[in-house]
C-alpha cells in the first residue's frame, strides 16, 4: 500500500458503500440471449468473492444497472446484495435517493461505472472507479482505472484496493492464510 498515492488513500478510507454499474463492470458487457427469450450473462467468481470479503468488512454493496434482468437479482441474492436498482436511466438521481435515505455524504461512496451513462455519478461519489476496458469517455472521470477488464477481476481488484487502504488487508491474509 506504500505505492498508493496519499490523496488517493484518504477517498479510500472514507468509503463505507461501493455501488456497482452491472454489464461491463459486473459482467464482460455481453449479453446472451436464446431461442426463447432467456438472458444469460457471464460473471466472475473472483469478483463475486472478492464482495463478499467486503461485505464481511462492513462497506455495504449496491447494484445499479439501466437494464433489468433476473439474471442480476439472482447473482445479488447469491452474494446477499441487498440494495438492487434495475431500469436506471438517471442513475443520479437514484444515486442521490440512496444519499438522502441511508443519510450519506458523496465523500462516503464509491463507485465503478463503464460507460457515458455512468459519468454523472462517477463525478460526484468520493471514489470513482472504471474497468480496464471501459469507454474512453469515462476515464477523465475516474480516480482509478482497474487493470483488469469488465467480468475478468476488475470488481476484486477494486474490492482488493479498499479493503488495503482501509486496514483491513492483514486480516484477510491471516484468514487465509496467505
Keep these: 500500500m506504500n505505492d498508493l498515492a496519499p490523496a488517493l488513500r484518504e477517498k479510500l478510507l472514507k468509503i463505507r458503500v461501493l455501488i456497482l454499474d452491472v454489464d461491463g463492470v459486473l459482467t464482460d458487457g455481453r ?72 443519510k450519506l455524504t458523496d465523500e462516503e461512496v464509491a463507485f465503478v461505472g463503464d460507460d457515458i451513462v455512468d459519468i454523472p455519478v462517477l463525478r460526484r461519489v468520493g471514489f470513482a472507479a472504471t474497468v480496464a476496458d471501459a469507454a474512453d469517455e469515462t476515464l477523465a472521470y475516474v480516480d482509478y482505472v482497474a487493470k483488469k477488464r469488465g467480468g475478468r477481476g476488475a470488481v476484486r481488484e477494486i474490492c482488493n484496493l479498499l479493503l488495503k487502504a482501509q486496514g483491513y488487508w492483514p486480516q484477510v491474509r491471516e484468514k487465509y492464510q496467505f
Excluded: P
Design 31 to 102: 449479453i446472451i440471449i436464446d431461442d426463447d427469450g432467456k438472458e444469460s450473462k457471464f460473471f466472475d467468481v473472483r469478483d463475486g468473492h472478492g464482495l463478499k470479503v467486503l461485505m464481511r468488512y462492513g462497506i455495504d454493496v449496491i447494484f445499479m444497472t439501466g437494464r433489468n434482468s433476473r439474471v442480476v437479482e439472482h447473482r445479488a441474492r447469491e452474494l446477499g446484495v441487498k440494495e438492487v436498482y434495475q431500469g436506471i436511466w438517471d442513475k443520479l438521481a437514484c444515486y442521490e435517493e440512496i444519499l438522502t435515505r441511508r
